[in-house]
């Protein structure tokens, strides 16, 4: 019987280390229960059709999960954002979230070099009657960003930036980020826990993105803690999300 429990066990565990990337949480079905009690239930229709399509996409990994989507579409009523930015778009789960928090007069200027991935979920946004909300712009964040530098009516333009791309350039889009956002709007970084793997040590068995990032990560959450314009709240939620709220 001990042998029984000791292999239900390991099987638990490697059943966690499968789906545990968009979960820190240790206990599978702590987190099913907080899905199945108090996301599920009250999530909206669009975003469990968007979120069904996308689990059949190859990439599914790289999809924002429920909880942090219920979290961010609270967030963005809780701030009453009007004007948002999202780098790193996906099939549109965050970004859908976001939309159908803001006014009908709301708006989302949404990056990311992949306009299929984007255009997968498209139907559903349309469905949902949020798509006039969303300038999709396909390319590279940084070199809009900088336009946008240059041009002083985005300077502290806004409410709230959502930030889930290219780990390894984080840092730069912060130095961008923080004069775009006004003063008391938010950016959140998404994934900044990076599978737990900050804290994990040297010889870790990573896998190899997980190994490449990771450093990035901890770079950004240095610098985050360090910079006197921000305050930030960092969660445990998805795969680590870091609040970044500008005081300056």
Known sequence: MAENNKNNDETQVVKHQQIGHKSLLQ??????YILETSVYPTE????KELREITAKHPWNLMTTPADEGQFLNMLVKLINAKNTMELGVYTGYSLLATAL???EDGKIIAMDINRENYE???????????AHKIDFREGPALPVL???????????????????ADKDNYLNYHKRLIELVKVGGVIGYDNTLWTGSV????DAPLRKYVRYYRDFVLELNKALAADPRIEICQLPVGDGI???????
């Open 199 to 202: 804290v994990a040590p040297p």
């Open 101 to 103: 928090a803001l006014p």
């Open 44 to 47: 909206p229709e669009p975003m």
């Open 120 to 130: 997968l979920g498209l139907p559903v946004i349309q469905k949902a009657g949020v």
């Open 27 to 32: 206990s599978d079905a702590l987190y099913q």
């Open 242 to 248: 870091t609040l970044c709220r500008r005081v300056s």
């Open 146 to 164: 900088d336009e946008m530098i240059n041009d002083t009516k985005y300077h502290g333009f806004f409410d709230f930036i959502f930030v889930d």
